[in-house]
């Protein structure tokens, strides 16, 4: 087996596990209180965190054996999986427009990233990496409260998403840095870093799952797979010297394909809200009255009528 096909085989594992842990994450938001971020006592919450650490691991494999330009756009496979097997396994299809919404936005990544080059980037100084940390953490933290002050249940979980996507693209971005360093042996100047990493980790896990309460899940694991490369990139092409290929035309290619997969996600958005203005109230059971006793609206029968009084 070729190491070109090795790589691709991990990124579709890799996929199918980000896409299963969704699922389960989305379950768990669902069915528990609505102010949990982390159910740690729900074993399937446990699970979804071990198919996100699984799917991690491949996608880091899947790098080893192939080039970033083509495994890092199949990661954007999670949503086409995630839809279909959510279908199969709980029951829940979606409708046209969220397909629509979610090819849009697996498009438009898919297309970004073939567009961006990422050689001879620029190593960054210790000192950039932790105000870029810092940065990171705060519009993270912004993000965040922000979506505290939504009332909509589908709003709030793009908002909550994207800072979950902006949080994982960061810690991509540190984890980069931190391999390139690690070749020539890892100095305990990196400690700060790799703290960075666990937290902006942590965070996104915490946050994608505070996503799904209320949103289903096509919404905030389109926001989530788009924002996190989208993030890792644009960081990429400013701070490392990173470009896109084909120079100012791959450039103007590239801004299309973006704008192709925000249509997407505000698709998806949208369909959201749709389907939650549509939902019908289930009327109160209406129950008998009690023996003896009459309805309030029926007039009584043993009642003397107007014209014998």
């Not at 470009?243 to 505000?266: M, N, Q």
Request: glycine fraction near 10%; proline fraction near 7%; aromatic fraction near 6%.
């Amino acid at each position: 087996m070729s190491a070109l096909v090795l790589a691709v085989l991990l990124s579709l594992v890799s996929a199918v596990a980000y896409a299963a842990a969704a699922i389960v994450q989305e379950r768990v938001a669902a069915s528990g209180p609505s102010s949990t971020y982390a159910p740690v006592r729900r074993p399937a919450w446990w699970g979804s965190v071990t198919l996100n650490g699984l799917g991690a691991a491949l996608h880091v494999a899947a790098l080893a054996y192939g080039p970033l330009t083509l495994v890092q756009p199949m990661g954007a496979l999670t949503i086409v999986f995630a839809l279909p097997m959510s279908a199969v396994f709980i029951r829940r299809r979606a409708g046209a427009a969220a397909w629509r919404g979610a090819v849009m936005a697996t498009a438009g990544l898919a297309g970004l990233l073939a567009l961006t080059d990422g050689a001879d980037a620029d190593a960054l100084a210790m000192g950039s990496r932790l105000v870029l940390a810092a940065a990171g953490f705060g519009a993270v933290a912004a993000l965040f409260v922000a979506s505290r002050a939504l009332r909509r249940a589908a709003t709030r979980s793009v908002l909550l998403a994207t800072a979950a996507g902006g949080a994982f693209g960061l810690a991509s971005v540190f984890t980069k840095s931190v391999a390139e360093d690690w070749q020539s042996g890892l100095p305990l100047g990196e400690l700060p870093i790799l703290f960075a990493i666990a937290g902006f980790a942590i965070s996104g896990l915490l946050l994608s799952q505070a996503s799904y309460r209320g949103a289903g899940l096509a919404a905030p694991l389109a926001t989530v797979t788009v924002v996190n490369p989208v993030v890792a990139a644009a960081i990429g092409l400013t701070l490392f010297g990173e470009s896109f290929r084909y120079g100012t035309a791959g450039t103007a290619i590239a801004l299309g394909f973006g704008v192709v997969a925000a249509g997407g996600l505000i698709l998806l958005t949208t369909e959201r809200l749709s389907a939650a203005h549509h939902v019908k109230p289930v009327p109160p059971p209406t129950l008998p009255p009690a023996p003896g006793r009459r309805r309030p609206d029926t007039p009584d029968q043993t009642a003397t009528p107007p014209a014998l009084r």
